[in-house]
């Protein structure tokens, strides 16, 4: 009997630190995903900054109300995705909003033009 429980205290130590780098592997790989959809999302947006500047600085064309509204319908899934697991995928809620309220402006001015 006490070789039985010798045996599984070895166990338990030796699995202890498995499990450990486990989470650590986890953890590295949420804050790479976490970093690589910050750096879509910026591009994202950026690319509708220059059309909403035009557009609020300017007074120039919008893009058509099509693709606005059609990307801003995409990002409303998006972030229906995000909210749904805020926890691991808070960045994307926050690129999904900006995105939400650029691409919505840009997409009520088209209408109004």
Not at 15 to 43: M, S, W
Not at 70 to 88: K, P
Request: glycine fraction near 8%; proline fraction near 4%.
């Amino acid at each position: 009997m006490k070789q039985l429980n010798k045996n599984f205290g070895i166990v338990g130590r030796d699995y202890l630190p498995h499990l450990e780098e486990i989470k650590r592997i986890e953890k590295q790989k949420t804050r790479t995903d976490n970093a690589l959809v910050f750096c879509g999302l910026i591009l994202v947006n950026v690319a509708t900054f220059p059309s909403l500047f035009n557009v609020l600085v300017y007074g120039s064309t919008p893009p058509p109300a099509s693709l606005t509204g059609l990307v801003m319908c995409g990002l409303c899934f998006y972030m229906a995705r995000a909210i749904r697991n805020y926890r691991t995928e808070w960045v994307y809620a926050v690129g999904e909003f900006i995105g939400i309220c650029s691409n919505g402006f840009l997409f009520v001015y088209a209408l109004t033009v």
